[in-house]
Antibody, heavy 123, light 103 residues
């Protein structure tokens, strides 16, 4: 079964760049039915999809992150990454990486999740 | 953009009772395109239901999903102590705000 693990700094200064990496094990990051995603959760709030990337580097982003967020993938290391520039306090929260299974004509679903990593934007 | 709303915000029940959680979409969506997730404090979300009514691997059969059009339901037929959590519905990149099921 797939396992995902986030890594990266837990503290980022306002106006700087948040960088996180997710390492995938127990399966192939090159699977054609899968996208790899980031989801965040502000303290006490709900879930917010940030963006998705597939093995060939095709990306989708939520409107709120466009222009600040970039996803990348390194299939040789079974890793994908998130960068968010110009962070503010509003970017504080738990960041989850997850796998997204695409079921043709029947929706997309987040089936495996990392444990999450808390990122705090503060000076 | 599809907006999902969930009701009630909090559902207070006792173990053994039936829980009925609602998810409403702002416009008609594919009848088999909804997912449900369970999240316990300090844990990552867990996929419970996909394609509206299919239980994910290892999910007990007391959990069931149904619905079509704009109205969808997650039913827990007899609450176990471990079921007290927050439940989110999801359609593609949109999540509902969640329903907390507490004792």
């Amino acid at each position: 079964q797939l396992q995902l693990q986030e890594s990266g700094p837990g503290l980022v200064k306002p106006s700087e760049t948040l960088s996180l990496t997710c390492t995938v094990s127990g399966g192939f990051i090159t699977g054609s039915d899968y996208y790899w995603v980031w989801v965040r959760q502000a303290p006490g709030q709900g879930l917010e999809w940030i963006g998705s990337i597939n093995y060939s580097g095709h990306t989708y982003y939520n409107d709120f992150i466009k222009g600040r967020g970039t996803l990348s993938i390194d299939t040789s290391k079974s890793q994908f990454s998130l960068k968010v520039t110009s962070v503010t306090a509003a970017d504080t929260g738990v960041y989850y990486c997850a796998s997204l299974i695409r079921m043709a004509g029947r929706g997309n679903f987040f089936d495996y999740w990392g444990q999450g990593t808390l990122v705090t934007a503060s000076s | 953009e599809i907006v999902l709303t969930q009701s009630p915000g909090t559902l207070s029940l006792s173990p053994g009772e039936r829980a009925t959680l609602s998810c409403r979409a702002s416009q008609t969506i594919g009848s088999s395109s909804l997912g449900w997730y369970q999240q316990k404090p300090g844990q990552a979300p867990r996929l419970l239901i996909y394609t509206t009514s299919t239980r994910a691997t290892g999910v007990p059969d007391r959990f069931s999903g149904s619905g079509s059009g704009t109205d969808f339901t997650l039913t827990i037929s007899g609450l176990e102590p471990e079921d007290f959590a927050v439940y989110y519905c999801q359609y593609f990149g949109s999540f509902g705000p969640g329903t907390k099921v507490d004792i």
